[in-house]
Nanobody, 124 residues
Framework: QVQLDESGGGLVQAGGSLRLSCAAS????????MGWFRQAPGKEREFVAA????????YYGDSVKGRFTISRDNAKNTVYLQMNSLKPEDTAVYYC?????????????????WGIGTLVTVSS
C-alpha cells in the first residue's frame, strides 16, 4: 500500500519560511517523479513544484518560482519543499504526489498517488 505522509505545515507570518517534508512508503521511490500541489479554499488545485526521479530536473509553478525549492533524498524516501518569502496567497493545503511521469505532476492529470495534505497558513 502506497503512503505519502506530508509534514511541516503550520502558521507563519508573511516573509517567513517553512519546510515541508513528504515521506513515501510502499513504492520504489527512486523510480518516481515527485511533486507538490496546493489547493486554497474555494480555488482549484495549483501545481507548485516537481522533481524528476534522480533530482536532475526541477519544475515550478509561476507563482512560486524563485521562492520555493523542491529537493529529494532517495536514501530516505523523502521529498522536501523549502518555502521562503511566504505570502498570504500561499495559504493552502499542500499535497505531495508521485508519478512515473513528471509531466503528470506538472499538469495535475493522472497522478498515480497523493497524500492527505498539510495546511500552510501565512498571516499578513
Amino acid at each position: 500500500q502506497v503512503q505519502l505522509d506530508e509534514s511541516g505545515g503550520g502558521l507563519v507570518q508573511a516573509g517567513g519560511s517553512l519546510r515541508l517534508s513528504c515521506a513515501a512508503s510502499g513504492l520504489t521511490f527512486s523510480t518516481y517523479a515527485m511533486g507538490w500541489f496546493r489547493q486554497a479554499p474555494g480555488k482549484e488545485r495549483e501545481f507548485v513544484a516537481a522533481i524528476s526521479w534522480n533530482g536532475a530536473g526541477t519544475y515550478y509553478g509561476d507563482s512560486v518560482k524563485g521562492r520555493f525549492t523542491i529537493s529529494r533524498d532517495n536514501a530516505k524516501n523523502t521529498v522536501y519543499l523549502q518555502m521562503n518569502s511566504l505570502k498570504p496567497e500561499d495559504t493552502a493545503v499542500y499535497y505531495c504526489a508521485a508519478d512515473r511521469i513528471v509531466g503528470h505532476l506538472a499538469s495535475l492529470r493522472g497522478m498515480d498517488y497523493w497524500g492527505i495534505g498539510t495546511l500552510v497558513t501565512v498571516s499578513s
